[in-house]
């Protein structure tokens, strides 16, 4: 078993859309490795435009840095809500999804502050992974609700903006667009669905809008792996 977890791998897509009228996104997504982990950050800066993008591009570079120098996640989040308490002196936030896992045992954790929903699909079924921490940026203590879960070759999370969710008309139709587009081949054409999917999906957008998919899938050398192990 721990041959088959240890060679799990990913699959990662992204889709970005900008607010109506608006020539930047204020959200910002970053797939990237530190520490022997693999980690998802999205962060949707407050109101829209250049100002919005730049406080999210931010707040994910600074997740990165200091999850690259060796900080643990309830370090980062307390260093990076630091940074912009003194940047934006309590005015300005910005929310964040904070995914890292460990693809060598499939322990993951997930932290949401001020964040829209995000979705676990799973053999199980598909599960609503909500929070209701604050954005970074707003106290001086960070209080993340983190959620720990172990993920499994096939598992997809989803990781939306709240853009993405208002475009619904309800919950109900946007878990019924999400389990369509997780039967697509490939993460990108999931993310592509669920984010024109919405009743409004083909026209105008009323806010920023930003879909991350992740995948877990069995890396190729398993294989040959087990093959030599039988």
């Known amino acids: 078993e721990r041959l088959r977890r ?11 859309r900008p607010k109506t009228g608006e020539k930047h996104c204020g959200d910002q997504c970053a797939v990237f490795d530190a520490g022997g982990l693999t980690c998802l950050a999205l962060s949707d800066g407050m109101g829209h435009g250049n100002q919005a993008a730049l406080e999210s591009r931010q707040a994910v570079e600074l997740l990165r840095m200091c999850l690259d120098a060796g900080y643990d996640r309830a370090q980062t989040l307390t260093a990076v809500n630091g940074m ?5 002196q309590g ?3 910005t929310t964040v999804d904070l995914f890292l896992l460990d693809l060598w045992t499939g322990k993951a954790s997930l932290d949401k502050l ?3 929903g995000s979705y676990l699909m799973q053999s199980e079924g ?4 909500g929070g209701d921490a604050l954005s970074l940026g707003i106290l ?9 879960m172990q993920l499994h070759q096939g598992d997809t999370l989803i990781l939306l903006s709240d853009g993405v969710e208002d475009a619904y008309e309800n919950r109900q139709s946007m878990e019924e667009t999400i389990r369509d587009a997780l039967t697509l081949e490939t993460a990108q054409d999931a993310a592509n669905a669920i984010l024109t999917g919405a009743p409004s999906g083909d026209s105008a ?6 879909v991350l998919v992740l995948r877990l ?4 050398a398993d294989a040959k792996i087990e093959e030599m192990y039988q």
């Open 205 to 210: 957008p009323a806010d920023d809008q930003t």
């Open 6 to 16: 240890a060679h799990l791998t990913c699959r990662t897509a992204a889709l970005l």
């Open 217 to 220: 899938i069995r890396a190729r």
């Open 126 to 129: 598909l599960s609503l992974l």
């Open 91 to 93: 005015e300005r936030f």
């Open 84 to 88: 912009m308490l003194l940047a934006g």
């Open 114 to 116: 001020g964040a829209a």
């Open 140 to 148: 001086e203590n960070v209080e993340s609700g983190e959620k720990l």
